[in-house]
C-alpha cells in the first residue's frame, strides 16, 4: 500500500516503449532522450528472503546500502541479482529494467524520492527497450514506499531545521562488535546473578594514531607547514 504521506503525482502523459539500443545506464539514456536524470527512475533487483526484490529510486540518487539492509524482504544485506537471475524472472538484462510490467512475484520498493515522479523514463523490461511516460499505479504497482537512497546535499535536515551539508571526514576510531564469536570459541564465559555461566559479549576499539597524526596536520598547518597542537 503506497505511503499515505507520499503525494503520487497524477499522469500527463501516456506510456511508450522506444528503442534505446545500447544505452543501459541512467547518464546514457538520459543523454540520448534528452531528460534530466532526476526524471528517470532505475530498478535494482536484488536477492530477497523469498525471492528477487526490485528497489527504485530516482535516476540521479544511489541506494543506502544500510538502509536497504533493513528491510523486512531482504536477508540484513543488499545483494544484487546475478545476470542469469535477472534474466531468469523478468526476460530481460541489467540496464533495460524497470517497475512497469515486472512479474507480480517480485515486491516493489519504491524510494520516497521515486515516488512522487510522473511521466518518468523506466527500463522497458525487454532488450533495448525503455519506457516513456511511465506512473505509479497506473502503469508500475507499488509494494512500499521506503527512504532507501543516500542524501545529497540540500536535502532537508532530519530535525526540519535548516538543509543538509556534506564534507569530507576521516575516521580515527572504530568500533567492532564481536559478540558471542570468540567468547564462545575459548569457552570464555562469566557467571550471572543467579550463578550460571553465561557467555561474555565482546567488543574491540580501536584509535588509528596515524590518521589521528594526519588529521591535526590537516587543520592545524601554514605556508611552512606543520603546527602541531598542544
Request: some cysteine; charged content about 20%; glycine content about 12%.
Amino acid at each position: 500500500v503506497p505511503d499515505a504521506s507520499v503525494s503520487i503525482i497524477q499522469p500527463g502523459a501516456t506510456m511508450m516503449r522506444v528503442d534505446t539500443p545500447v544505452q543501459k545506464t541512467i547518464a546514457e539514456v538520459s543523454a540520448f532522450l534528452a531528460i534530466a536524470p532526476a526524471q528517470c527512475v532505475k530498478t535494482l533487483l536484488v536477492k530477497g528472503r523469498d525471492g528477487l526484490v526490485a528497489l527504485c529510486l530516482r535516476g540521479d540518487h544511489e541506494l543506502n546500502e544500510v538502509k536497504a539492509g533493513k528491510l523486512a524482504e531482504l536477508p540484513d544485506e543488499v545483494v544484487l541479482a546475478s545476470e542469469a537471475e535477472i534474466l531468469a524472472a523478468t526476460g530481460a538484462r541489467p540496464g533495460f529494467i524497470g517497475p512497469a510490467g515486472l512479474p507480480a512475484v517480485i515486491p516493489v520498493i519504491v524510494d520516497r524520492s521515486a515516488a512522487v515522479l510522473a511521466d518518468f523514463v523506466c527500463g522497458g523490461n525487454a532488450d533495448g527497450t525503455h519506457h516513456t511516460g511511465a506512473n505509479w499505479e497506473r502503469d508500475a504497482r507499488i509494494t512500499r514506499i521506503e527512504d532507501i537512497r543516500q542524501v545529497v546535499e540540500g536535502d532537508p535536515s532530519p530535525d526540519g531545521h535548516g538543509t543538509l551539508h556534506l564534507a569530507r571526514g576521516i575516521e580515527v576510531g572504530h568500533v567492532f562488535q564481536l559478540g558471542g564469536k570468540y567468547a564462545e570459541a575459548l569457552g570464555a564465559t562469566v557467571l550471572d546473578d543467579q550463578g550460571k555461566a553465561q557467555v561474555m559479549l565482546m567488543g574491540c576499539y580501536g584509535i588509528g594514531i596515524s590518521r589521528i597524526v594526519a588529521a591535526a596536520i590537516e587543520q592545524r598547518h601554514d605556508d611552512a607547514g606543520i603546527i602541531w597542537p598542544e
